[in-house]
């Protein structure tokens, strides 16, 4: 257990639907990071959250949004979903970017 | 514009012998590296980390290189076991933020 929890750990939808997936950094974390990773791609950064604020933005859809909640967690919402979403969405938290991201087991979105 | 690219996606080598995954980069103000091993069904997780500062940094079985000049890192595992079998990603960060840039991956297998 890293300490980061994803929610739900796999999730499959329609086409047109929304979703939101949720991601509790770990204890003291302040930092909270988004990324996808499609079929045989890297991990592509989406979006930052600094203790509720944006922090950095990514290739982030206009479809997709997010937010990070006083209680620091944070939900990424994805509306309007295609076929080309379906990937692993990974959440990460640090402390600082010397101590690394620690990442939780992502969510595994399947859009049909 | 992959900034980070690992342009080998596979590499197999023996149990105990040397496994070098190798890591080129594009934009000379990345300033910090870092390596994540990732396992089927689970998140990436931190290896080992090196500032621009140093070309070598060393953590029991595994040495991370850095060639400034050339834009180049590579991760050494010394002696390579089986438990080692994953994809390793480098990633990247510039000193004015704590987002990661990803590359692709190398699946390493390592056989008895």
């Known amino acids: 257990d890293s300490g980061v929890t994803q929610t739900p750990k796999h999730l499959i939808t329609a086409t047109g639907q929304r979703v939101t997936l949720r991601c509790s950094p770990r204890s003291g974390d302040l930092s909270v990071y988004w990324y996808q990773q499609s079929l045989d791609q890297g991990l592509q950064f989406l979006i930052q959250?600094?203790?509720?604020?944006?922090?950095a933005k990514g290739n982030i859809l206009e479809r997709f949004s997010a937010q990070q909640f006083p209680d620091l967690h944070s939900e990424l919402n994805l509306s309007s979903l295609e076929l080309g979403d379906s990937a692993l969405y990974f959440c990460a938290s640090s402390v600082g970017r010397a101590s690394g991201y620690t990442f939780g087991s992502g969510t595994r979105l399947t859009v049909v | 514009d992959q900034q980070v690219k690992q342009n080998s996606p596979s590499l197999s080598v023996q149990e105990g012998r040397i496994s070098i995954l190798n890591c080129d980069y594009t934009n000379s103000m990345f300033d910090y590296f870092l390596w994540y091993k990732k396992y089927p069904a689970e998140g990436p997780t931190f290896l080992i980390s090196i500032s621009s500062i140093k070309d070598k940094n060393e953590d029991g079985r595994f040495t991370v290189f850095l060639n400034k000049s050339a834009k180049h890192l590579s991760l050494h595992i010394v002696p390579s076991q089986p438990g080692d079998s994953a994809v390793y990603f480098c990633a990247a960060s510039t000193y004015n933020t704590d987002k990661l840039i990803f590359g692709t991956g190398t699946r390493l297998q390592v056989f008895p």
């Open positions: 959250y600094y203790n509720g604020e944006e922090r």
